[in-house]
Structures are given as structure tokens and as C-alpha cells.
């Protein structure tokens, strides 16, 4: 790497993890904002960001070989596949009570259903 | 004899680019580990919102917040020392930013075992004497929480002991230490930062205004 390069590419580093961070403040900040389910999709929103900066600046995704980026988006997908078709299970059935968990833990659930 | 003698010397050398994509086909495995733990983790909070909101709120913000910091501080530290490995000018600071970044690593995992001292403390491992136990979904939370993070810090303590030797190799002029294999050893890195990137807000973030 020339030494021209080499500032540029960690002057781009020194930016990156600068804004990595106000990104992780802004997460933080936005937690304490009352949205709803608004709240929900800020944090993961922000965390998808955060992820897309480390990806494509630290790990140099856009300058990887083809076969490196059609591996890294095979697992994305086989994930978001897997997940969907797990969604789909739990969604097409009546609430099950997760058995990890202690009677006490679900008392409160079963008095809630037996009262409507 | 060897595999290259016996094809007439016709077996080609690997791509310089073969170590990154069998890190990458790891790292994609990697994700289908974790990613099962997320999705679990959606099936919990959508059962029980509440119990997951009361749950998040009983963590310790402070700490999850600045190991936060640390983490994606010591991602970019590894990212500059695989900068520095590739320029010949720069190539001396490569072993003391991958020692730096694996400083960082250490110091998450000791700020991390804090806080379990802390949960421990105050009743929030999931067992007979869980503090939440009236709260539904609450020690499905806690279970998932510490399932996560321990095979984080697992994941995290592997990536110190990799940047360790890797500075210690570069810093005593060791061949092995190369550019490329410190490029390689950098993506799982980066990796089990976003790992927690992505815990983060699922963590520490859920119900905070409440």
C-alpha cells in the first residue's frame, strides 16, 4: 500500500469508528424515546448499520472476490430462510407456553388467559 | 510423494484469495449459529414483551454501553493494524495494535464478568431464586441473555488468543505473520464485534423509556 493510500484508508477508519460510535450513542438515546414498536426497529435499524460500516470498511467486503461475497450473503439468506420458515410455524398455531421456563415464570400468563 | 510431484507439478497454488473465502464460508456458518439463538430470541420477545421489557431493564446499560465502545474501538484498532501489515512503512506498528486490540478484547471480558457478578448479586440467574420470577417470559430472557453473551465472550476470548500470537509473531519478524493471514484472522474479529453490535439494542435496549 502507498503511503497516499495508506493515509486516506485510515483517515476512512478514523471516520468509520467515529461514526460507529455516535451510532451506538444514538441507539442508546433512541431506547429512552417512547416509539412504540418504533423502539424496536431503531436499535436493530441502527445495529444493521453499524454492522453494513463494519462489513463493507473493516472487512472490505466490496473488495472481496465474487465468491467471497455470493458465501457471505448465502449465510444472510440461509438464515433469514430458516428464520421465516421457523415464523411461519409459530405463527399458524396457538400460543404455546415455552416449557424452559418455571410454573411461576408462567402463573401470571395462565391467570391472564383464565380470566377472559 | 507429494500431491504436486505426482500430477507432474500441474496442481495449481491456491488463489491468494482461497484463505479469505474459507474464513468467510466459517463466518457464514457462524451466522446460522447465532443466528438460531436470534431467532429464538424473536419467538421469546414476541411471545412476551413485557417480561423481556422488564428483563432488558434489570441489565446494566452503563456496562453494555461501554463495552459497546470498547469493542467497535478494538475493531477498528485490528482494521488499522491490517492496514499497516500491507504498507511497508507502517508495517512496525502491526504487532503493537494487534496486542492493543487484544488489550481491548481483555478488557470487555473483564467488564463483562463484572456484570455477572453484578446479576449474580442482585438474583438474575435464572434458578429457584430468581428475582423476576413473577414476570413471565423474564428467565426465558435471562437464559437467552446469558446463552449469548457467554458464547460471545467464548468467540471474543478465541479472537484474543489469535491476535496475541499473531502480534507476537509480527513483533519477533515471524513469516507465518504475513499481511494476508493477519487480514484472514482480522475478519473473525470483526465478525464477533457485530455479534455484538447486533445484541447490543436486543440486550440492554428493550423498554428503556419505561
Not at chain 2, 167 to 188: E, F, Q, S
Request: with cysteine; hydrophobic share 50%.
Amino acid at each position: 500500500m502507498k503511503e497516499r493510500d495508506f493515509t486516506a484508508h485510515a483517515r476512512r477508519l478514523g471516520w468509520a469508528w467515529l461514526a460507529l460510535l455516535a451510532l451506538m450513542l444514538a441507539s442508546l438515546g433512541s431506547s429512552y424515546v417512547p416509539m412504540g414498536a418504533g423502539n424496536a426497529a431503531a436499535g436493530i435499524g441502527i445495529a444493521i448499520v453499524k454492522s453494513t460500516l463494519v462489513v463493507w470498511l473493516f472487512m472490505r467486503i466490496g473488495s472481496a472476490s465474487p465468491s467471497v461475497r455470493v458465501a457471505a450473503a448465502t449465510g444472510i439468506a440461509a438464515w433469514c430462510l430458516l428464520t421465516s420458515l421457523s415464523g411461519l410455524d409459530y405463527a399458524t398455531r396457538s400460543a404455546p407456553q415455552a416449557s424452559v421456563q418455571q410454573p411461576e415464570q408462567l402463573r401470571p400468563l395462565l391467570e391472564k388467559e383464565r380470566s377472559r | 510423494m507429494s500431491a504436486h510431484a505426482a500430477t507432474g507439478g500441474s496442481v495449481p497454488a491456491p488463489t491468494p484469495d482461497a484463505g479469505r473465502f474459507g474464513m468467510w464460508i466459517f463466518l457464514a456458518t457462524e451466522v446460522l449459529f447465532f443466528g438460531g439463538l436470534l431467532t429464538a430470541y424473536a419467538y421469546g420477545r414476541i411471545q412476551w414483551p413485557d417480561g423481556f421489557g422488564v428483563a432488558s431493564r434489570h441489565t446494566d446499560v452503563l456496562l453494555g454501553t461501554l463495552n459497546t465502545g470498547v469493542l467497535l474501538t478494538s475493531s477498528a484498532v485490528v482494521a488499522l493494524a491490517v492496514a499497516c501489515a500491507e504498507s511497508t512503512s507502517h508495517r512496525r506498528w502491526t504487532g503493537w495494535l494487534l496486542y492493543a486490540a487484544a488489550a481491548l478484547g481483555l478488557a470487555f471480558l473483564g467488564i463483562k464478568g463484572l456484570e455477572y457478578a453484578q446479576d449474580w448479586h442482585e438474583g438474575l440467574f435464572p434458578g429457584p431464586a430468581f428475582e423476576l420470577a413473577g414476570t413471565a417470559g423474564a428467565e426465558l430472557f435471562y437464559m437467552l441473555y446469558y446463552l449469548m453473551t457467554a458464547l460471545h465472550a467464548l468467540h471474543l476470548a478465541i479472537g484474543v488468543a489469535t491476535l496475541t500470537v499473531f502480534g507476537a509473531g509480527c513483533r519477533r519478524g515471524r513469516p507465518w505473520a504475513n499481511a494476508h493471514r493477519i487480514d484472514i484472522a482480522a475478519l473473525y474479529w470483526h465478525f464477533v464485534d457485530i455479534v455484538w453490535i447486533v445484541l447490543y439494542p436486543l440486550l440492554y435496549l428493550v423498554n428503556r423509556h419505561a
